[in-house]
């Protein structure tokens, strides 16, 4: 087909047509709200790089998951800032702490919202790395332990999915043997399967409190610039039984999401990371771009690079756009 017979804009028209042919579609239901649980009591902090996302107490993180679930936004996914911190996390996999007891309000109060914990130890350890440190590195295996011991307790509070983001190898198996032994073998496991070493975390390490004291995370999280070890990764989490897998960050990784959506079947989750969020927000705040537009183009375009969910701090922005489109 050549112009003058081909003539591709006969199909861009008008609104009708266009819709007609729309090869892509974001949905509510495609999307995931981050929430960052706070201890303590009437706690409502906005996090200074992240307009409209909070540092909150239970009481106001309920508030906001019955407007989340009102929204028609099918899940949340949660981090906690403990109260204490210490060499070994604990309070990741203690049953009353933070994340915990924000699980049972939140299943209490909005029982058919979906609640994915994010399970990983920075935010929990006085060091801010992602397990335990030995000889100036996280260990891996002793950190598997920590981690199968905090999912489970994550689904004791009622948990309905358990995402871990820590990328130490063998977690996935770690997690999904526990969760069985302990009568939890309906819970699924969403793997943080492809999780580079990003820059673009920046803003999350203020909202969650979990910068590492010394050192970065390029022992355990993934080089960049790697694609091909993307999906040696994802196929060791697959051979493991996760239940999703996951690419993060998004926007700077969109071929990756495109090689996993053509390399595997499970649902694919993108992660459009806290910078992500910022730059949006400070250039429309600035007035340089069109805050709505961009983000429904960007969040478009990791549906279309093979992504089912996005977690998104713009979910109940987007939701109501989406909204107001039918
Ligand atoms: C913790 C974790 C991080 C994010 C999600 N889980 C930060 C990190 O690995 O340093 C980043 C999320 C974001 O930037 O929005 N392991
Ligand atoms: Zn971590």
């Not at 929430?35 to 906005?46: D, L, V």
């Not at 009481?59 to 109260?83: Q, T």
């Not at 793997?191 to 070493?197: E, F, L, Q, R, T």
């Not at 998104?312 to 987007?318: D, I, L, S």
Request: negative net charge.
């Amino acid at each position: 087909m050549y112009f003058p017979s081909y003539r591709p804009r006969r199909m861009r028209r008008n609104q009708n047509i266009r819709r007609m042919v729309r090869e892509t579609h974001l949905r509510v239901d495609d999307l995931i709200y981050p929430m960052f649980s706070a201890f303590g009591k009437n706690i409502k902090k906005e996090i200074g790089s992240m307009p409209g996302i909070y540092q909150q107490s239970i009481e106001n993180i309920v508030i906001e998951a019955k407007e989340v679930f009102d929204l028609g936004i099918p899940a949340v996914v949660l981090f906690g800032i403990p109260e204490n911190k210490d060499a070994v996390g604990s309070d990741a996999y203690c049953a009353s702490g933070i994340i915990q007891e924000t699980v049972r309000a939140i299943k209490a109060a909005v029982p058919e919202l979906t609640v994915i914990t994010d399970v990983c130890m920075c935010e929990y350890t006085d060091h801010g790395h992602c397990g335990l440190i030995k000889d100036g590195d996280v260990d891996n295996d002793s950190t598997l332990e920590l981690l199968a011991a905090e999912a489970l307790s994550h689904a004791q509070a009622g948990a309905d999915i358990v995402a871990p983001s820590d990328m130490m190898d063998g977690r996935i198996a770690a997690i999904r043997d526990i969760l069985d032994e302990n009568g939890f073998e309906h819970i699924p496991v969403m793997s943080y399967a492809v999780k580079y070493a990003s820059a673009y975390y920046g803003p999350f390490r203020e909202a969650a409190d979990s910068t590492p004291e010394f050192g970065d995370r390029r022992s355990y999280q993934m080089d960049p610039a790697n694609r091909q070890e993307a999906l040696r990764e994802a196929q060791q989490d697959v051979a493991e039984a996760a239940d999703f897998l996951m690419v993060k960050p998004a926007l700077a990784y969109l071929d990756v999401l495109r090689e996993l959506k053509d390399n595997f079947d499970l649902p694919l989750v993108a992660y459009n990371v806290s910078g992500e969020y910022s730059m949006v927000k400070a250039a429309a705040e600035k007035g340089w771009i069109d805050g709505d537009r961009v983000m429904m183009e960007t969040l478009l375009g990791m549906k279309r690079a093979g992504a089912d969910l996005i977690i998104t701090y713009h979910a109940k922005e987007a939701a109501i756009l989406l909204q107001g489109e039918k």
